[in-house]
């Protein structure tokens, strides 16, 4: 690995350019997307600096799974979405991390496609942000 700054090692200006840490799991940090075209979209990022799923070692990739399921259950249970994707990429950041993103068959943007990395669509105010934290949080 790189020694390279990491947004979501550090927890600093770099995480503050596009989302909120709202809360810490045994294996991950669950960080609130700040663009809200999809609402309710959230990052799981592993506490271990890896860049691949298979640096994991068999028991902290489980218990990383076991953080996304937790999220996953929130998520429905706060916002009722329709589906919710996953998206792990890292092509630039190299910390594993798996977007989850609710989906709505009734907001037609982007039903039945790939969720857009940041379509700078939806912004909210800060106690906007910080209602859906709340929210995911209390479904934990």
């Not at 309710?40 to 996304?68: C, P, Q, T, W, Y």
């Not at 993103?101 to 907001?107: L, M």
Request: with cysteine.
């Amino acid at each position: 690995m790189s020694n390279e700054a990491c947004a979501y090692c550090d927890e600093g200006a770099a995480l503050d350019a596009f989302g909120i840490k709202i809360f810490e799991l045994p294996a991950s940090k669950l960080v609130l997307f700040k663009e809200q075209s999809h609402k309710g979209r959230v990052i799981v990022a592993s506490k271990h600096h890896v860049s691949e799923i298979v640096e994991l070692s068999e028991a902290d990739r489980n218990a990383f799974f076991d953080d996304m399921d937790r999220v996953a259950k929130a998520l429905h249970a706060t916002f009722h979405p329709d589906k919710v994707n996953y998206g792990a990429y890292g092509d630039t950041g190299h910390h594993l991390h798996f977007h989850l993103v609710p989906k709505y068959k009734d907001d037609e943007f982007e039903w039945g496609g790939t969720f857009a990395m940041n379509p700078d669509r939806v912004h909210l105010t800060d106690a906007e942000y910080d209602e859906l934290a709340k929210a995911i949080v209390a479904n934990l």
